[in-house]
């Protein structure tokens, strides 16, 4: 087979790129998407920008899938709606039950209240017609989900065909993933292969139109062990910690942990012994940065 050689381009080129992008910037032409917490805002360029890669990591149970869901529609109410559109292939959870998840969020009401699970509880008719408006308001966002789990290449063919309808033609796309791990393999692939294979399809990907990667991620084990939580030198989520940390690190634009320490037992966080009651540790390992937010996730 005979090969085609690779595209390139003059250094004018990409000259005339950044500086009218400078200057869109700087103009207001070209904005970030702004996300209700500020500390994240300002590590990340003002928001989430287009042609980015953001990995949102975390132990199980640290609220990842809760914090990417509510970023899924609080885009929406802090940003003109028309200016993007959200792909998000929900491979972990039930796109209807990612929609309870949202109602819960905006009701301020426990998925298990809304769903009448305690004994001798059950949501009243009042309380059902609040949760019959705002999900009428839901419904109106343009979120399109992919429920089931799908290979490399079947993602990026989505992600194409996808890009190429009426509705997407023109906009942002942000393109979320929960999670890498659930990412199918051709028959006999190693984990790891496969999460690298994803990473370099998304590096790709992100250079297309203005296209924006949320990807969430799995941390390992190791920081859950005793001897890290007993020293307090070691409590920080550390690159090696990221399942297949390499190649998410390479393809990440933002790199972001998740962490509840409380989780884990601590109660003094860190050298500084910073406090961990109803607290969530936002770390950007590749800027070497954290900020913190208030517990706004389900207990």
Same mark, same amino acid.
């Given at each position: 087979?005979?090969? *085609? ?14 500086? %009218? ?30 042609? !980015? ?6 132990? #199980? ?11 899924? =529609? ?8 028309? $200016? ?7 491979? $972990? ?16 009401? =426990? !998925?298990?209240?809304?769903? #009448? ?12 017609? *609040? ?19 799908? =290979? ?10 996808? #890009? ?6 023109? *906009? ?10 659930? !990412?199918?393999? *051709? ?7 496969? &999460? ?29 062990? %005793? ?27 933002? &790199? ?6 409380? +989780?884990?037992?601590? =109660? $003094? ?27 706004? +996730?389900?207990?």
């Amino acid at each position: 087979m005979l090969l *085609k050689p690779l595209k390139y381009k003059h250094i004018s080129e990409p000259t005339n790129e950044i500086l %009218k992008y400078i200057d869109s910037r700087r103009k207001g032409q070209i904005r970030s998407l702004k996300t209700k917490w500020r500390k994240f805002n300002d590590q990340c360029m003002g928001g989430i920008e287009p042609n !980015t890669i953001y990995t949102v990591a975390g132990i #199980s149970g640290s609220g990842k899938s809760s914090f990417v869901n509510s970023l899924e =529609t609080d885009l929406f109410d802090l940003n003109d709606k028309n $200016e993007f559109i959200v792909l998000s292939f929900s491979f $972990e959870m039930l796109s209807s039950k990612q929609v309870g998840r949202k109602l819960s969020y905006k009701l301020n009401k =426990t !998925t298990q209240e809304l769903y #009448s699970g305690y004994t001798n509880y059950k949501l009243s008719d009042y309380d059902y017609k *609040k949760v019959q408006n705002t999900a009428k308001n839901i419904e109106n966002y343009p979120i399109y989900y992919v429920d089931m789990p799908g =290979t490399v290449d079947e993602i990026r063919h989505t992600i194409l065909e996808f #890009s190429k309808e009426s509705f997407a033609k023109n *906009k942002r796309l942000i393109i979320m993933l929960d999670h890498t791990l659930l !990412t199918k393999g *051709k028959s006999g692939e190693a984990e790891r292969s496969i &999460l690298a294979n994803l990473q370099y399809m998304f590096m790709e990907i992100k250079k297309y139109n203005k296209n924006t990667i949320i990807q969430l991620s799995q941390m390992n084990r190791d920081i859950e062990a %005793k001897e890290r939580i007993v020293n307090n030198s070691m409590h920080f989520p550390m690159r090696r910690d990221i399942f297949g940390g390499d190649s998410i690190f390479q393809a990440s634009d933002y &790199l972001i942990v998740l962490h509840r320490p409380e +989780m884990l037992g601590i =109660t $003094e966080y860190g050298m500084s012994s910073l406090p961990t009651k109803d607290l969530v540790y936002m770390h950007f390992l590749n800027k070497n940065e954290l900020v913190y937010l208030k517990h706004y +996730m389900e207990n």
